[in-house]
């Protein structure tokens, strides 16, 4: 009995193919559905600009209460 070689397979296990779908993972397709916003991009909602420009001079309990709304309602990811 002869050994072989090992056999490639024709899509290597465990990776998926890339999406065209466009957009991404909360489904927006707009103009800067694709922009990874960095520290010196400020968000494109003024109300969220607002919150974000204040924040570093915001009480600690203000702060607490705001994130306490967001996690209430749902939103935001995990830290």
Same mark, same amino acid.
């Given at each position: 009995?002869?050994?072989?070689?090992?056999?490639? $397979?024709?899509?290597? =296990?465990?990776?998926?193919?890339?999406?065209d779908s466009? !957009?991404?993972?909360?489904?927006? %397709?707009? &103009?800067?559905?694709?922009?990874?916003?960095?520290?010196?991009?400020?968000?494109?909602? $003024?109300?969220?600009? =607002?919150?974000?420009?204040?924040?570093?001079?915001?009480? !600690?309990?203000?702060?607490?209460? %705001?994130? &306490?709304?967001?996690?209430?309602?749902?939103?935001?990811g995990a830290?």
């Amino acid at each position: 009995m002869g050994r072989g070689g090992l056999e490639q $397979p024709a899509s290597p =296990a465990g990776n998926t193919p890339v999406s065209d779908s466009r !957009g991404n993972k909360s489904g927006n %397709i707009g &103009a800067d559905s694709g922009r990874s916003a960095g520290p010196d991009t400020p968000p494109a909602d $003024p109300e969220l600009a =607002a919150v974000v420009a204040a924040w570093p001079d915001l009480p !600690g309990a203000v702060r607490a209460g %705001i994130l &306490a709304m967001v996690a209430a309602s749902g939103g935001g990811g995990a830290r």
